[in-house]
């Protein structure tokens, strides 16, 4: 049986947005996000749901994560960014755990992207960070990711040691998403924190860092030092 949520997200499907919605997020055969289903829901539209759905309860909102349909989990997730920032401490936890529990049906960059650092990073913020080492030597991409992304919280109040930490465990990954995941947050390092360690990192690791991350991490330098980093790879 559906409920309000998944019938109200439907009822502005759009058959021909979620052809193109499929193949912006990689849903083909062999690609990053096989078999993923969309029902051609705009992120506005679904966001507008959240206050709405709030109260839900964590249970019925872990059943919306487990939707074949994307945007119902994307909507899953929007809600529990809500109820972990207004809840207290043991919400909280409980909301983090949910979340690592269910990482299978996290799984593309923009679900990731949007509640890891919300989430993951916001609870972790004045808490042991082990569990981020973990995740970034999970077989899972999105496990990887969600251990990237989860610094950007750290980054946003000035914190980089823990960002570097996880961006030099994953240098050798092979995934194109994690290179342009550490290149962007190693980019936000030097934005928000200090640019003298973004580029200490940089030097010590350009022989090894893939070519996407370098140009992601050096897209707000000034040209002639861009150009420098460059040429050092």
């Known amino acids: 049986m559906y409920t309000k949520a998944q019938k109200e997200l439907r009822s502005s499907a759009n058959h021909e947005k979620a052809k193109l ?15 993923d289903v969309f029902l051609g829901v705009m992120v506005p539209t679904t966001r507008n ?9 964590v249970a019925e909102v872990q059943k919306l994560l487990q939707s074949k349909f994307h945007e119902e989990r994307l909507l ?13 401490a043991k919400i909280q936890e409980k909301i ?21 650092p919300k989430i993951v990073g916001a609870f972790l ?22 251990a ?15 960002a570097l930490k996880i961006a030099e465990k994953l240098l050798h990954d092979e995934h194109d998403l994690i290179h342009k995941a550490v290149g962007w947050m190693l980019r936000e ?32 330098f000034e040209e002639k030092k861009r150009q420098y980093y460059l040429k050092l790879k």
């Open 21 to 35: 919605l499929a193949r912006f997020f990689k849903t083909g055969k062999g690609q990053y996000a096989e078999g």
């Open 49 to 57: 749901l959240v206050r709405k759905y709030a109260r839900m309860e």
């Open 76 to 88: 899953a997730l929007f809600i529990l960014v809500e109820k972990f920032q207004k809840g207290d």
């Open 96 to 116: 983090f755990k949910l979340y690592l529990k269910n990482t299978k049906h996290i799984n593309n960059w923009d679900l990731v992207d949007l509640t890891a």
């Open 125 to 146: 913020q004045e808490k042991p960070k082990d569990i981020l080492l973990k995740l970034a030597v999970s077989k899972n991409l999105w496990e990887r990711r969600i």
């Open 148 to 162: 990237i992304l989860a610094t950007f919280q750290f980054i946003y109040h000035g914190k980089s040691d823990w």
């Open 189 to 220: 390092i030097g934005k928000r924190c200090s640019q003298k360690n973004e580029e200490e990192f940089l030097q010590k690791h350009i022989a090894i860092m893939p070519r996407t991350t370098l140009r992601y991490a050096i897209e707000r």
